[in-house]
């Protein structure tokens, strides 16, 4: 293997190191992302560079005890393993991502193909107020910070500008948020957040994908 990489280009070489940094940095990479400057789902280079070296990347990360993994499917490749650790995330935004693999869910079940799931922020707040994980609509400045956050680690993308955050903001669910939970255990947690007091933006609940749970291949 290591023949293989010095056999390798230079830019090839430094893409191979930039794959490894962002999946180290967030467990996972997306085959394609929205574009709004097109206004369509473009395909991503990292992924297209794994792909294409992906043998070799598996044996770099089995050294470390870590598992590489592709679901063509949802268009996903990602890591898993037991030294790999998450940033604890705001109460809010835990609350969110399990509210939004929910609407994912049930979009996915009921059409038989996709190009990409979206939903509403009125709908995630509403959803979220069904499990009774919310005490209230949040605050303006609480929903944006926390579809900001969403958005960096790619689990979402605003459609509408964030300045201008309402009720009917629509939100692309990218598939990474099957590296959540599978659908029931989402809803055991989600029930939990209804028997335990509200404890305000700043509460930290969950980590962000330190360790991916089995997908379907």
Request: charged residues 25%; negative net charge; proline residues 2%.
């Amino acid at each position: 293997m290591i023949e293989y990489y010095e056999q390798l280009t230079q830019e090839e070489q430094e893409q191979i190191t930039e794959v490894i940094q962002v999946l180290y940095r967030q467990t996972f990479i997306l085959e394609r992302k929205y574009d709004k400057r097109s206004g369509r789902m473009q395909y991503v280079k990292e992924y297209r560079t794994c792909s294409k070296h992906i043998e070799f990347l598996k044996f770099y990360f089995k050294i470390a005890g870590i598992i590489l993994r592709e679901n063509v499917h949802t268009g996903i490749l990602y890591i898993q393993g037991e030294t790999l650790w998450g940033e604890k995330l705001p109460r809010l935004a835990t609350v969110y991502i399990l509210v939004l693999k929910l609407i994912f869910e049930e979009q996915m079940a009921a059409v038989s193909s996709s190009s990409q799931i979206v939903t509403t922020l009125g709908a995630v707040n509403g959803k979220a107020g069904d499990f009774r994980a919310l005490s209230g609509i949040p605050s303006s400045t609480e929903m944006r910070r926390t579809i900001a956050l969403l958005k960096k680690y790619q689990i979402i993308e605003p459609l509408d500008l964030l300045e201008e955050l309402n009720e009917d903001t629509r939100i692309i669910i990218y598939p990474s948020i099957h590296a959540v939970l599978m659908g029931d255990a989402v809803r055991e947690l989600l029930g939990t957040f209804s028997e335990e007091e509200y404890i305000g933006e700043d509460g930290e609940t969950a980590a962000i994908q330190g360790n991916l749970e089995d997908m379907p291949e």
